[in-house]
């Protein structure tokens, strides 16, 4: 297992082809839900095996792509996790910053709307984007996304990717997602082939560097981009 140093304030990128449980696993093994059974996994040089789990998982928040949500009221299903006396101030200040506060205050009783059993009154982007919220009521330190936007349309994509770029604000973030459109924007992508890191980088670098990343990508890209070879044939007519 690759032990994980996330920077201070950087947002990271993971594309595998591998089954979406294995990409799951690498986000569980940050708070120690998993535990490796070789290596280690640090945050800040620190070993996540040792000291307080409690005070780890208080600190790392993840977002599932199979959203819970209870029959109780919106408030009460953000507040889920947060320590008591989560204001309703602090709810809404959440949920504005994913994009759901408008949605929110939009439904019959606002905050104290009544959910039906898993949301099932909502789409899945307002579902989405209340686990962002929820997620950010405890204003963690680190936090871990799994694949939020794969199943909404275009629209609610976009409306995401916002609620996404402010919520990673001044945190460190993972991302497993099979977007290009998420992933060119990440700071250091992980590239994950049956189970085993194929290569790592900015999207640039694995364009030019990695053949996995490049055949999945290249495709859907306006223009071919060169290879190692391509590129070295270029130096040498220079």
């Given at each position: 297992?690759?032990?994980?140093?996330?920077?201070?304030?950087?947002?990271h990128g993971r594309r595998?082809?591998?089954?979406?449980?294995?990409?799951?696993?690498?986000?569980?093994?940050?708070?120690?839900?998993?535990?490796?059974?070789?290596?280690?996994?640090?945050?800040?040089?620190?070993?996540?095996t040792e000291g307080d789990?409690?005070?780890?998982?208080?600190?790392?928040?993840?977002?599932?792509?199979?959203?819970?949500?209870?029959?109780?009221?919106?408030?009460?299903?953000?507040?889920?996790?947060?320590?008591?006396?989560?204001?309703?101030?602090?709810?809404?200040?959440?949920?504005?910053?994913?994009?759901?506060?408008?949605?929110?205050?939009?439904?019959?009783?606002?905050?104290?709307?009544?959910?039906?059993?898993?949301?099932?009154?909502?789409?899945?982007?307002?579902?989405?984007?209340?686990?962002?919220?929820?997620?950010?009521?405890?204003?963690?330190?680190?936090?871990?996304?799994?694949?939020?936007?794969?199943?909404?349309?275009?629209?609610?994509?976009?409306?995401?990717?916002?609620?996404?770029?402010?919520?990673?604000?001044?945190?460190?973030?993972?991302?497993?997602?099979?977007?290009?459109?998420?992933?060119?924007?990440?700071?250091?992508?992980?590239?994950?082939?049956?189970?085993?890191?194929?290569?790592?980088?900015?999207?640039?670098?694995?364009?030019?560097?990695?053949?996995?990343?490049?055949?999945?990508?290249?495709?859907?890209?306006?223009?071919p981009v060169p290879g190692?070879?391509?590129?070295?044939?270029?130096?040498?007519?220079?």
């Amino acid at each position: 297992m690759r032990r994980v140093v996330p920077g201070a304030r950087r947002q990271h990128g993971r594309r595998g082809r591998c089954h979406r449980q294995r990409q799951s696993t690498l986000l569980h093994l940050l708070n120690r839900t998993y535990v490796p059974d070789a290596g280690r996994v640090s945050i800040d040089g620190v070993p996540t095996t040792e000291g307080d789990t409690g005070s780890l998982r208080s600190q790392i928040a993840v977002v599932e792509q199979d959203v819970v949500l209870f029959s109780r009221t919106i408030a009460e299903n953000l507040a889920l996790g947060a320590e008591r006396g989560a204001g309703r101030a602090r709810l809404e200040a959440a949920a504005r910053t994913a994009q759901a506060h408008a949605f929110i205050t939009a439904t019959e009783h606002g905050y104290d709307t009544v959910l039906g059993e898993r949301g099932v009154t909502l789409s899945g982007g307002q579902r989405q984007r209340l686990a962002i919220a929820r997620a950010l009521v405890t204003d963690p330190r680190i936090l871990a996304v799994d694949d939020a936007t794969s199943a909404v349309d275009a629209v609610t994509e976009h409306e995401l990717q916002r609620a996404m770029r402010q919520a990673a604000a001044g945190r460190t973030t993972f991302l497993v997602t099979a977007r290009l459109s998420r992933i060119r924007a990440a700071d250091h992508i992980l590239v994950l082939d049956a189970g085993r890191i194929a290569g790592q980088g900015t999207h640039e670098q694995l364009l030019r560097n990695c053949p996995v990343y490049r055949r999945i990508f290249t495709p859907y890209l306006d223009e071919p981009v060169p290879g190692p070879r391509t590129l070295d044939a270029e130096k040498e007519s220079r």
